[in-house]
């Protein structure tokens, strides 16, 4: 029975059509941004002192004006009503990976018995969604049980169908963060200040530091039809069985080739709505696994950045069902072929130009990008077991040191050029040469940098934390994971180590040492300091890990024991410093990561379990019966010698069957022992290890038995979809 759906399903698979989109008659340069409250409309539905104190706030971050709420707040019903809007959400990013939103109508009583369309400053500022069921980590039991949700107005409000969303932070009564927004604009604050203060060694008027955020969003289509015949990919989104297909990647023929229709047909759909959004797309193309593809939009400014993927994963969700397919998110949905990733491209910017760019027009330019790439070094260095915990994830673990996507260890890749440059700095000891600028600069070949600075195919495609000329490619950010995970990270790393560069710095010149020297001779301690995280070798081979390891790099592999680097009193002081996050939140987090982590792997095995017992014991005794059948009707019909050896090789396979079979069964039922010890202990940072250490193996060595039989097993009687058909019907 269960084959026939299975050939059913994979036949409607096969013969789906393309859907044909809706392509709009503008260019899509008209029609960015149609339902966006940007800045053009900002000037046409708003008072102009209203429309002059937004701009101050998302420009200049100055403080959101409580008295012009109500004037924006009517600014933007009126453009929101235009648009058919009916309703309106405060959009927040809980300690999920995903997004949450409750929606109210805007309508209320009138007073004389009818209602009315209402939006009221206070309900755009602030509002409080009940938000018991979020993850909190305590912080809400402990104190007040209620949270509030404030609105973000650097990132405009946007209409989706007939509602109006509004970007908020959300946050405890107390104050305490409870999602990623409230402290990745405390990071990207605390950026701006160190980073401006260091900028006025080499440009005196600096306003600010931006930080910038280009993802590269990687995912696997998979026909929905097939989709859903596959509990494991309902209900985990990878899957937890399956033999590799005959045919994978290794022909490389479908990175950069050419997209199918239907395919194709999706991405300008996905396209045009996020363009429609302001989200500004850009390059799409096929990934190195089958039915994998990627999606790129221009970088922005980081906060936006975040929103626009939040927000882009949610239309990829929903637009993909349009077109008959599922989209994955998962890190990796397939064994066997690559898994995705979601590149974060980050950099620094003034309000005048990049930070990380290099070459500059003269020796100071060149001397502020040797500091900043220096100091950036050191912040992933003095930090990299931390980076690490900010990419974990139950996930990601499944696609870090697998020999195919950034290794389990953080280092970085600068390519020979930079390289060179940087060892030449801190070879360098004769102070005497660095008084002045220019003399120092020649003197050290800085002003030689070339002006190809960097060679697009030096690349290195193995280095989790690459120089890409004007910026560094942090690589190891799961495709699923909400990116201000590893950008509150990194940012924060990078102030706390622009604050302490600048201190050093402003002492020796205190001193009187030149300006230039001082800052030459901190680089240099710096470059020195930072040595052991710069590699350029092949970060996915064995003799790498063994040198990390003597580096004194962090090697852990275990995604629960990673988390600890949070709680590391390096990490709690650089979060205090900075004034992002306090001890308290970072505990309440890390027992949310350990909660989260101890569901994922608690669900796969449940669910791998009932997959075992229910779908591929049934199965196989079943087949195994039909060769038991066959041997009998062999000896009824032929000699006892001329049967056996007709029937040596069924009897070799009913043999096998059963052996795999025992294996699972006594494996399944081991593996439910391992989840019920690992339930009973207390701590959640000792479960979430008995999960790693004890429950998550059986779901690999059981596997292997799963795929093996799923080889023997007679094609027809197979219930589940098979990786040729997941992988090649599109
Ligand atoms: P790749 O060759 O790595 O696939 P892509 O061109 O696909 O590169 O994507 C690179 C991403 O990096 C894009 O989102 C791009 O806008 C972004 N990017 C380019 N320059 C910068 C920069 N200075 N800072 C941040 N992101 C940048
Ligand atoms: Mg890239």
Redesign the pocket.
């Known amino acids: 029975m269960a084959s026939k759906l299975r050939f059913k399903v994979v036949d409607d698979a096969s013969s789906r059509k393309p859907v044909t989109v809706e392509v709009p008659k503008e260019r899509p340069s008209e029609y960015f941004g149609k339902y966006v409250f940007d800045r053009k409309k900002m000037f046409k539905y708003l008072p102009s002192k209203a429309y002059e104190k937004m701009c101050d706030v998302i420009d200049n971050g100055a403080p959101f004006d409580l008295t012009i709420a109500d004037a924006v707040a009517e600014g933007i019903k009126t453009w929101a009503m235009e648009l058919g809007v009916t309703h309106y959400t405060h959009w927040f990013q809980p300690l999920t990976e995903g997004t949450a939103e409750k929606h109210d109508g805007f309508v209320e009583h009138d007073g004389k018995g009818g209602m009315v369309e209402e939006f009221s400053g206070k309900l755009l500022v602030q509002q409080e969604p009940d938000a018991s069921s979020f993850p909190s980590g305590g912080i809400r039991s402990t104190f007040e049980a209620r949270g509030y949700s404030a609105w973000d107005p650097t990132s405009p409000v946007f209409v989706i169908d007939d509602t109006l969303m509004i970007p908020t932070i959300f946050i405890s009564y107390t104050g305490e963060a409870l999602d990623y927004k409230a402290p990745l604009k405390k990071a990207l604050y605390a950026v701006d200040r160190a980073a401006t203060a260091v900028c006025h060694y080499f440009y005196p008027d600096v306003k600010k530091v931006i930080t910038?955020?280009?993802?590269?969003q990687e995912y696997f289509l998979v026909d929905e039809a097939l989709y859903a015949t596959r509990p494991d990919l309902v209900m985990t989104g990878r899957t937890l069985l399956g033999h590799d297909s005959a045919k994978n990647q290794q022909m490389d023929d479908h990175y950069f080739g050419s997209i199918p229709d239907r395919v194709e047909n999706f991405m300008r759909d996905l396209e045009i709505q996020s363009l429609q959004l302001g989200i500004p797309c850009?390059?799409r193309h096929n990934e190195v696994a089958p039915n994998q593809f990627?999606l790129?939009?221009?970088?922005e400014e980081c906060n936006l950045a975040i929103d626009h993927n939040m927000l882009i994963m949610i239309l990829m969700r929903r637009i993909a069902r349009k077109h008959g397919f599922r989209c994955l998110l998962h890190e990796k949905p397939f064994n066997g072929v690559n898994g995705s990733g979601k590149?974060n491209?980050?950099?620094l910017?003034t309000d005048t130009g990049?930070l990380?760019?290099g070459p500059g027009k003269n020796a100071l330019d060149n001397l502020r990008f040797v500091t900043f790439v220096t100091e950036t070094l050191k912040a992933v260095h003095d930090h990299n077991g931390l980076l690490k915990a900010s990419i974990m994830s139950a996930t990601n673990a499944h696609r870090l040191g697998a020999n195919e996507a950034p290794p389990a260890i953080i280092s970085s890749f600068l390519g020979k050029t930079v390289s060179s440059i940087l060892d030449h700095i801190e070879n360098s000891t004769n102070d005497e040469d660095i008084s002045i600028a220019g003399k120092v600069a020649m003197r050290l070949d800085i002003p030689s940098i070339p002006e190809l600075l960097i060679d697009n195919t030096d690349r290195n495609r193995t280095s989790p934390f690459a120089f890409?000329g004007?910026?560094f490619?942090f690589r190891a950010v799961g495709s699923e994971a909400n990116c201000a995970s590893a950008m509150i990270a990194l940012n924060t790393a990078m102030a706390e180590a622009l604050t302490t560069f600048k201190k050093r710095v402003d002492l020796l010149i205190e001193m009187g040492e030149a300006k230039e020297s001082a800052i030459l001779k901190v680089v240099r301690e710096d470059l020195k300091a930072s040595k052991a995280i710069r590699f350029d070798g092949n970060g996915y081979s064995d003799e790498w890990k063994e040198e990390a390891k003597q580096r004194g790099l962090d090697c852990e592999t275990s995604c629960p024991i990673i988390f600890d680097r949070y709680l590391d009193d390096s990490s709690v002081r650089m979060f205090e410093s900075q004034k992002v996050m306090t001890r308290f939140e970072l505990e309440a987090r890390n027992e949310i990561k350990w909660e989260t982590y101890i569901k994922r792997v608690q669900i796969e095995a449940r669910v791998f379990g009932d997959l075992c017992l229910n779908h591929i014991i049934p199965v196989s005794t079943r087949y195994q019966s039909t060769l038991i059948d066959n041997v009998h009707k062999v000896k009824e019909i032929f000699s006892e010698e001329k049967a056996n050896k007709i029937t040596a090789n069924n009897i070799d396979i009913i043999e096998k069957i059963s052996e795999h079979q025992s294996f699972i069964i006594e494996n399944v039922d081991k593996m439910v022992e391992a989840r019920k010890v690992a339930n009973r202990i207390e701590d959640c940072r000792e479960r979430a290890i008995a999960y790693h250490d004890n429950v998550e193996p059986f779901l690999d060595s059981i596997r292997y038995h799963v795929d093996k039989l799923e080889l023997m097993i007679d094609d027809e009687m197979w219930p589940l979809p098979k990786y040729r058909e997941l992988l090649f019907i599109r």
């Open positions: 910038n955020l280009g993802w590269e850009k390059t990627e790129a939009p221009i970088f590149h491209n980050w950099s910017s990049i990380l760019h890409t004007n910026r490619e």
